[in-house]
């Protein structure tokens, strides 16, 4: 059984976006978790078209960053301009100030301006000549970028990637949806017209019902297993921190909300274990090789080996 708020928003997204309904799911966690979302995939295969709908789904501001690498930190959070009427400094708020903000092609610019979206993202709100603003509900990065072997590209430093809840990849669409895509365009022809669904006050009250979804004994052993054993498996340099166990956790009750229970099941975990975690740690093989997918199998052979709640 799914909830059917979120129902008529998934509903609403696929009227447009025709590929991995698994990544519809994740997105949708993600925004109910009050997280953020990496969309990583090669270009062509609708991840603009996904975060786009998504918000054009939400009675809420939307913003899109496109990331050059010459755009500056101050393109992003606002910046402070000289009123000469009133004789003193008058703050223009940024892109970053919106309820879903898109930053396409994250991983262009530079590591200067990636770190610009840092607190946005771990405490909602920015800090900018001395004055903090906090940052409406609800908000969401959602941030696409092509795999890092694409020439003008540049790595996201882990700091930064440990601020995404969930990185996702959208994949090939199967030959049926494909043939929809081609024949009706819905990136240019529905996307424009695409009408809310819901309000943002909507979403807020899903995020608040997060932290009350139950989470079992058994299920916080689950997670902390599964923690502890990436930590110590001899394929990784790097293990999930205490936040990455967090991110887990958190989006084990928003994949519960999202199915209409008041409860997390192992199940929850497991579907989300590798979106949520594969970010968080670094492989050997990775390392010596560059090897992307060494990290996904490690995690893999983890979840595999390690004993679920019955």
């Known amino acids: 059984m799914q909830n059917p ?7 609403n997204i696929q009227t447009v976006f025709f590929g991995n309904s698994k990544a519809v799911d994740l997105l949708l ?3 109910i978790a009050r997280g953020h979302v990496l969309v990583e995939d090669v270009p062509g295969v609708g991840k603009t ?3 786009r709908a998504l918000a054009r789904s939400i009675d809420c501001k939307f913003s899109r960053i ?3 690498p010459d755009l500056l930190p101050s393109d992003v959070l606002g910046v402070s301009i000289f009123n000469s009427t009133d004789q003193k400094f008058e703050f223009k708020p940024g892109p970053i100030f919106a309820n879903i903000v898109l930053a396409d092609e994250i991983n ?4 200067r301006t990636q770190s610009a ?3 946005a993202m771990a405490e909602e709100q920015i800090s900018i000549e001395n004055q903090t603003f906090q940052l409406d509900r609800p908000f969401m990065v959602i941030a696409t970028q092509n795999p890092f072997e694409f020439e003008g590209t540049y790595y996201l430093p882990e700091n930064q990637l440990d601020r995404f809840l969930l990185r996702i990849a959208v994949g090939y669409p199967e030959r049926a949806a494909e043939h929809r895509i081609l024949t009706t365009q819905p990136g240019r022809r529905a996307l424009p017209d695409l009408q809310p669904v819901m309000h943002a006050r909507e979403i807020v009250v899903l995020q608040d019902e997060v932290p009350r979804t139950k989470l079992d004994p058994t299920i916080v052993d689950y997670i902390l297993d599964l923690a502890d054993a990436t930590r110590h498996d001899d394929a990784l340099h790097l ?3 205490p936040r990455g166990a967090l991110a887990l956790t958190a989006a084990s009750q928003a994949s519960a909300v999202l199915a209409g229970r008041d409860y ?3 199940d929850d975990v497991k579907q989300l274990f590798i979106p949520v975690c594969a970010h968080r740690v670094v492989s050997k093989t990775y390392l010596h090789n560059g090897d992307a997918n060494a990290t996904t199998r490690v995690l893999q052979t983890i979840l595999d080996r390690t004993a679920a709640p019955k």
Request: glycine share 6%.
């Open 5 to 11: 708020t979120v129902e008529k928003l998934r509903n």
């Open 29 to 31: 966690i993600g925004l």
């Open 49 to 51: 078209v996904l975060a």
């Open 66 to 68: 496109q990331l050059t």
């Open 108 to 111: 262009r610019t530079t590591p």
């Open 117 to 119: 979206l840092l607190e």
């Open 239 to 241: 293990g999930v921190s």
């Open 264 to 266: 997390v099941t192992p």
